[in-house]
């Protein structure tokens, strides 16, 4: 570790840190007058003590345009993953030619070649993954084979749906499956109480085999759309990272994927009751056609009414973006088609557009049809999408 | 946040796409600041910094911990940034052997570019628009002249203003107002 008379750029770094935003307790106040002896850190004090400098140097640091060198970097390292692909190419080949000798008499099979020479942008499809009571994991294939859990419980499997058929006899213990949706997919899901759930790309969800608890409770990362059972006497609760949505029966929608730091939930029908985790637990009831949005930048709620279409229309395979910025409606692209985006600049990612995209057709067409309206253009390779100024 | 920084650490080890985006977002402008302190040029302290950069993708360096990435990397720009201006003969550094323990001026400088990191990162997390306005009102614009600037109304400017500061104090504990006062004084 760096370090300098016995004390690491760390814990020094964590200390002028803590002495700037003023959390030094007095006990690591005497540490680190010590430390600042020591290092000759004290040497220093008198310039890091005005703070106008901070900002000068942190301003000087936010000027680097780290989107513009990111593209820059992918496209390096592309190039050189593809002659890393030729070496290997080379070495399997030499190995063939060596093999093959003696692997040609011994078995006339064709032997499939390993390497795709053109790569598609595949629309989205029915692919997931569950993972089944005992910790074990199933690739749900497109065409599907039933299941079965272990308290009897018969899980059907069809294209792209999973419908649970529940027991007669309530078993005692309640055990869970989770059904995970990579980049790229899309499920639907019947759960025992009839209550149905399309569950979006990079999205997961874990919920009980059969509910036999008071409460109907499931646990929800990425995005959603429930279709919720009514059971007055059961509420249905869906659990988020930054709090709770209790329903009794209706139907709402609900994003909450990591990387955009928010839960928005949707409500279609009915009524729902957004609950928050966090210290000023504030909750509220959602009337249809508004929306309530947490984010973990803000600890207060914010809700309004909403153009029902532009949220749920996922699920009926159509995406509509209105007046949204590149960089947002990308995200969506990048996880339904499972690609990567990278812009050549930092001001692109903040353009505004509008468009729909049909979930299930290729993406090209959708972003030749941004590129005619805007001031942008794309570069599809290898899976990764470039997008430029024009 | 123990587990999450593991997690990335191993994405890091193992080239995960998600991983480096992360970390090459939280990296690269610190270190090209870190770099362009010694060689006063952007355009080559970019280079370095991607050079680096790139030949970490290349190589097959384990790191255990996140302190023994982040020594790298320190490591690795400083001694790149000094063969820089010894190839060209700009200056007449020698290029520093490298050992554990540090002289007391890189040590200096390095704790000075971990806590600029720190504070990046931290406002870095803002929404677009609202560091925006942030690094505005840093710059000294008033509200009036952020709102005309970026076309919006003078209450969208205070009210972004007043959110940033609120993320800022939620993530900086209770003795918040010593922050404000000094980065937004």
Redesign the interface.
Known sequence: MLNHHGHTIFKAAEYVFKFLTGQLTPQEEAEFSRLKKETGLDKRWSQWENRQAWIQDLQETMDFDTSAAYAQFIQQTQKSSKRKRWLQIAAIAILLITVGGIGYYLNRREIPNPFKLTELIEPISHKAYIVLADGKKLELQEKGENIQEQDGTIISHQAGQLVYDPIEKKPQETIYNTLNVPRGGEFRIVLSDGTGIWLNSESSLKYPVNFTGKNREVFLSGEAYFEVKSDSTRPFIVHTSLGKINVLGTEFNVRDYQDEQEVVTTLVKGKVKYQDNRNANPEIVLQPGYQVTASQNDPELSVHPVNLKLYVGWKDGLYIFRNLTLAEIMKTIERNYDVQVVYTSEEIKHLRFSGDLKKYDRVESFLRFIEIGGDVTFKIKDKIITVTSK | MQAETQKIIQGINQKD?KAW?IF??SF???L??YS?KILKD?QI??DV??DV??SL??SEIIFETP??L??YL??AVINNSLKFLRNRQIETHHLQIWQ?????ET??D???E???R???NL?N????ERRKIL?MS??GMSGEEIATQLGITIYTVKQQKY?AY??MR?H????????LS??F?
């Open positions: 796409s985006k090459f977002e690269y402008a610190p090209c600041q362009y952007k302290a970019h910094v991607q950069l790139l993708w290349k302190q023994a982040i020594s320190y490591k554990e323990e540090l002289s007391e040590f200096a390095i704790v000075k971990e806590v600029i720190k504070l990046y406002i997390q803002l929404p677009h690094l840093l710059e959110r609120k993320f939620e900086l504990g209770i003795y918040k107002d010593l922050l000094f980065l004084f």
